[in-house]
């Protein structure tokens, strides 16, 4: 498939704690025919969450320099965490709505010999997927189809303003597609929406718990072979997470999580070894015996 050509953003939440997942990305690209060339000189995107209302300006002049780095590939941005997929789609369409804000950032930038152009497009791997590659083609890989294994999606909460361009937000069905591609079942369940309440852990532990419990509980009940996810903090709450609900909350949940292309990977024909799946804290081996 032509045309896909990208200056990829690692964030620096997947390369440090999730690197395995990285690995695992790169080969499923280079499979596809996805041609990524890292940002050399990124900086955290910077967060969503917390330094947007910690430093609003600081917020917008560090993710415009990011982008103003893939600017100089002149490659759209391909991002493969949700969190920094909102921050930088958010900025640049920001940027691209109002010359005094761009004029204010373009301003600090100077100091540092960078400028935002504009000239470029922020894109996630859901996108990319879904509409860019799209599930036919998708299915073109496929040579060990996961037949009979069912995976609860959970898309989580900085992804769905990327599927105003291509989804329904308040249905979204991509994520859904793209694991029927792989010969798998989403399963739909009543807490799918439900957030991974990553941020409530500085807040209040005790609801970050009770809201990993009550997910992973259904999920159990429903025995599915595993969660899968496409956002890199969502994949740690509910993997190293659940350790942790088990310890304080005494409970026995045993859900493995997945990040999306890993299990692509898998449906592609790599090892079990090669998609990185010893270095999650809850084990796969019912998975594996399936697949086996």
Known sequence: ???LQYALFTGCFIPARLPHI????????DRLGVQVTQIVDASCCPDPTSTVFADKSAWYVLAARNISLAEEQAKELLTICSGCN?????????????????????????????RYRGTTEVR???????KKIGVEELQKYIVKPLNGLRFAP?????????????????DPASFNEIIRALGAEPVRYKTERLCCASFSRFI?????IAA?????????????????TICPTCFLQYDAGQVEVNLKAKKRHNVP??????????????SVEEMGLASHRVKADRLIQKLV
């Open 124 to 130: 996630s791997i859901l996108w990319l997927l879904y």
């Open 86 to 114: 909102l921050t930088l789609s958010t900025v640049d369409k920001d940027l691209k709505r109002s010359q005094k804000l761009r004029d204010t950032v373009n301003s600090v930038l100077s100091s540092v010999g960078r």
């Open 1 to 3: 498939m032509a045309d």
């Open 212 to 228: 990993l419990d009550e997910k992973l509980t259904e999920l159990n009940e429903l025995g599915v072979d595993g969660l899968v």
């Open 22 to 29: 990285e690995a695992a990305t790169l080969k499923v690209f």
């Open 154 to 170: 959970h898309l989580g909460c900085h992804i769905i303003h990327d599927l105003e361009e291509y989804d329904n937000p308040s």
């Open 257 to 270: 999580v997945f990040y999306y292309t890993q299990l692509l990977g898998l449906a592609m024909g790599f």
């Open 204 to 208: 209040d532990e005790s609801k970050m």
